[in-house]
C-alpha cells in the first residue's frame, strides 16, 4: 500500500505562482509513476503532469510552458510547480501513484493510476 498527502494549495492572484508537494509513503520502491490530476467544480477530474521512474513527463496542453512536475529520486515526493497561474487552473489538485507504466494509455489516464490523495485546493483570482 501506499499514502499521498499532498500540501500548498492556497489562494493566488492571477500570474502567480504556487508549488504543491505530495508525501509518498509505504511500498514506493514498486511505484512507476507520479501524477497530478484537478477537479474544477461541475467538471470531471483531468490530468494535469506526471513523470516516471525513468523520468519521462507527459503534461496536459493546457499547462504546458507554465507547470513543471518533477520528484525525487526515490519515488516519495512529486512537486507541481505551478506558474503564470490563470484563473481556470482554480481547482482541487490531486496527487496519484501508478505501479505500472501506461502500456498504450498515456502517462495522464487515470484509470490506470492505483492510489490517490485526498487533495490540495488552489484558488486563482483574476
Known amino acids: 500500500q501506499v499514502q499521498l498527502v499532498e500540501s500548498g494549495g492556497g489562494s493566488v492572484q492571477s500570474g502567480g505562482s504556487l508549488t504543491l508537494s505530495c508525501a509518498a509513503s509505504?511500498?514506493?520502491?514498486?511505484?512507476?509513476?507520479l501524477g497530478w490530476f484537478r477537479q474544477a467544480p461541475g467538471k470531471e477530474r483531468e490530468g494535469v503532469a506526471a513523470?516516471?521512474?525513468?523520468?519521462?513527463?507527459s503534461y496536459a496542453d493546457s499547462v504546458k510552458g507554465r507547470f513543471t512536475i518533477s520528484i525525487d529520486g526515490a519515488m516519495s515526493a512529486v512537486y507541481l510547480q505551478m506558474n503564470s497561474l490563470k484563473a481556470e487552473d482554480t481547482a482541487t489538485y490531486y496527487c496519484?501513484?501508478?505501479?505500472?507504466?501506461?502500456?498504450?494509455?498515456?502517462?495522464?489516464?487515470?484509470?490506470?493510476?492505483?492510489?490517490w490523495g485526498q487533495g490540495t485546493q488552489v484558488t486563482v483570482s483574476s
Open positions: 496519484a501513484a501508478a505501479r505500472l507504466p501506461p502500456y498504450g494509455s498515456g502517462y495522464l489516464d487515470q484509470n490506470t493510476y492505483n492510489y
Open positions: 509505504g511500498y514506493t520502491a514498486g511505484l512507476y509513476r
Open positions: 513523470v516516471g521512474r525513468d523520468g519521462v513527463k
